[in-house]
Antibody, heavy 121, light 110 residues
Framework: QLQLQESGPGLVKPSETLSLTCTVSGGSISSTAYYWGWIRQPPGKALEWIGTIFYSRSTYYNPSLKSRVTISVDTSKNQFSLKLNSVTVADTAVYYC?????????????WGLGTLVTVSS | QSALTQPPSASGSPGQSVTISCTATGSDVGGYNFVSWYQHHPGKAPKLLIYEFRKRPSGVPARFSGSKSDNAASLTVSGLQAEDEADYYCSSYVDDIHVVFGGGTKLTVL
């Protein structure tokens, strides 16, 4: 049974960098069968895709966030991470990590429970 | 800017059927080739219900069904149950933009 768990600071100051980690258990982040992604949901708003990574080989980012986002993989820890720099209050959201069913063209079939990140001074 | 538009709300009584639409705007629907649907109960992880317009992952009840017509995709929930009250999102892969979500539809079971 695949499980994903988000972790990281729940409070980030404006202009700083938001950093989150997704720990994968029950499956290998190194598998070439799957892509891994980050999605967020601001309070009262819709889901928004942030980006996707494939085994450290390829990354895909939401064009609206691309200049501020970096997604990376740590195969030794079976984790992948999100960094979002120069955050503002608009980046306050529940952040989810998830696994694509296969490639980036496929939907997310397994999700973490999400973690709330608040941007505030 | 390409987007997926959903009605903000939908409702139905237990046992009835409800259909939620997802319309592509700002782009040829031909670019939306991989429409999927998620159910999201607040405070929980979203759940994949439908992918590639009409395919159901194992474990998803058959009363959830998807379809495609012209510029829109639809999700139909048949035999509504109280537990179906949730937010529903459509999503698709679009060339160059990659992953897009709709604005979500809040389904209320009356």
């Amino acid at each position: 049974q695949l499980q994903l768990q988000e972790s990281g600071p729940g409070l980030v100051k404006p202009s700083e960098t938001l950093s989150l980690t997704c720990t994968v258990s029950g499956g290998s982040i190194s598998s070439t069968a799957y892509y891994w992604g980050w999605i967020r949901q601001p309070p009262g708003k819709a889901l928004e895709w942030i980006g996707t990574i494939f085994y450290s080989r390829s990354t895909y980012y939401n064009p609206s966030l691309k200049s501020r986002v970096t997604i990376s993989v740590d195969t030794s820890k079976n984790q992948f991470s999100l960094k979002l720099n120069s955050v503002t209050v608009a980046d306050t959201a529940v952040y989810y990590c998830a696994r694509h069913l296969s490639t980036v063209r496929s939907p997310f079939d397994d999700w973490g429970l999400g973690t709330l990140v608040t941007v505030s001074s | 800017q390409s987007a997926l538009t959903q009605p903000p709300s939908a409702s139905g009584s237990p046992g009835q059927s409800v259909t939620i639409s997802c319309t592509a705007t700002g782009s040829d629907v031909g670019g939306y080739n991989f429409v999927s649907w998620y159910q999201h109960h607040p405070g929980k992880a979203p759940k994949l219900l439908i992918y590639e317009f009409r395919k159901r992952p194992s474990g998803v009840p058959a009363r959830f069904s998807g379809s495609k017509s012209d510029n829109a995709a639809s999700l139909t929930v048949s035999g509504l149950q109280a537990e179906d009250e949730a937010d529903y999102y459509c999503s698709s892969y679009v060339d160059d933009i990659h992953v897009v979500f709709g604005g979500g539809t809040k389904l209320t079971v009356l």
